[in-house]
């Protein structure tokens, strides 16, 4: 039991991590990849796939109350590489398309954060497969500045 919570931990940190897979978290509990399967469903009720599918979509019902995001910038946040296939994911576990959640959803709180806010907080803008995330935090020296920021941030055309 405790392999398969050491397996779950990783997926409970790391959940939007497009590189996830059940290979590695099998391995990280010790077991052949079929055997994590049904020890992990007879452990928490549902596969690991399963699992952390409904941790993203959690998550992106939560972004979709709060950040002024696009649905497919959403979409990428929280781990799923496929529009399509998290609309129809989050559609089977909520009953609604992403779209309509957040038009029944908007409104009955706090305002929209702003999805530049959002997209830091999450962990940087993901410029494509491999490459590094941008956060533009600071070191000692002061911020860093992303090329370019100071055209967009000004208000003037570069």
């Known amino acids: 039991m405790r392999q398969l919570r050491l ?84 559609k089977a576990w909520t009953g609604l398309t992403p779209s309509a959640y957040r038009a029944r959803h908007v409104g009955r709180g706090a305002a929209l954060i702003p999805g530049c806010y959002a997209m830091l907080w999450a962990g940087g803008f993901r410029t494509g497969p491999g490459s590094t995330a941008r956060t533009g935090r600071g070191t000692d020296d002061g911020p860093r500045a992303t090329p370019g920021a100071e055209d967009r941030n000004s208000g003037e055309a570069p």
């Open 7 to 90: 397996a779950k931990d990783v997926m409970d940190r790391d959940w939007a991590e497009p590189g996830v897979g059940l290979d590695a978290l099998a391995a990280r509990a010790g077991y052949s990849r079929y055997h994590f399967v049904r020890a992990f469903k007879a452990a928490y009720g549902e596969t690991p796939g399963q699992y952390l599918t409904h941790r993203r979509i959690d998550r992106a019902e939560d972004l979709l109350r709060t950040a002024n995001l696009s649905v497919t910038e959403i979409c990428h946040l929280v781990g799923f590489s496929s529009v399509g296939t998290f609309s129809a994911r989050f």
